[in-house]
């Protein structure tokens, strides 16, 4: 692995400004200077400032508005853009996934004990969304809210009409497609979907692509 990647994996950087701390010779790799484009792997001692690597630790938190088209990964699939093509800090982890056709609330941080609690199905937070249908609602149809769909539990906690196109989602799981898949059982065809809440955290008035510094304890 390339230095600049490894620093911007590791530290709150991101691998434009890792190259400006090698440039400023104030890496080093096993006590020599790292120089541009030199590879390292783990059993590599790696510096910034004297300091190791491995011990340098501030947790960062933050919500971010993902936008339609991008795929949560650190890594390419494809022609598609990732999240870190729009947030240059890859030594973020994410919670909450969403797929590349949905949009809307992400929790990001180098934390990952932080972002393992929100997100475990065990502690219940609940995540609600927007979604909105291509053909108008018919409110006296009755909709099966928990199904079973090859072999996995699906389950939606509430639905709630807000107008002829779109529903409020709650759920306390995150299945993958949970929300598509119980939609598509009811035979009910999604335009949009928008995560706008994850427990206390709300995407409020974030634009697209934004990243927003929050407090863990909000």
């Excluded at 929100?118 to 053909?135: A, G, L, W």
């Amino acid at each position: 692995m390339r230095i600049n990647k490894y620093l911007a994996l590791n530290l709150p950087t991101s691998r434009r400004k890792a190259d400006l701390l090698i440039e400023e010779s104030k890496v080093t790799i096993n006590n020599l200077p790292a120089k541009p484009g030199m590879n390292v792997s783990d059993i590599d001692e790696i510096k910034v400032d004297g300091r190791k690597v491995s011990q340098i630790k501030e947790y960062e938190y933050y919500a971010f508005y993902k936008p339609k088209g991008y795929i949560c990964s650190h890594v390419k699939q494809g022609k598609a853009p990732t999240i870190y093509d729009i947030v240059e800090y890859e030594y973020l982890k994410f919670g909450g996934r969403l797929d590349k056709d949905s949009e809307g609330l992400m929790l990001l941080s180098n934390d990952g004990e932080w972002l393992n609690t929100i997100f475990s199905s065990k502690n219940k937070f609940v995540k609600k969304y927007i979604v909105t249908v291509k053909e108008k609602i018919n409110r006296s149809k009755k909709l099966r809210l928990s199904i079973y769909d090859k072999g996995e539990h699906l389950k939606i906690n509430k639905l709630k009409v807000l107008n002829d196109f779109k529903y409020e989602v709650s759920l306390t799981s995150g299945k993958n497609h949970e929300i598509r898949r119980v939609f598509q059982f009811n035979k009910i065809k999604i335009k949009n979907l928008k995560r706008v809440q994850i427990g206390n955290y709300k995407i409020g008035k974030l634009s697209k692509g934004e990243l927003f510094i929050i407090k863990p304890n909000e």
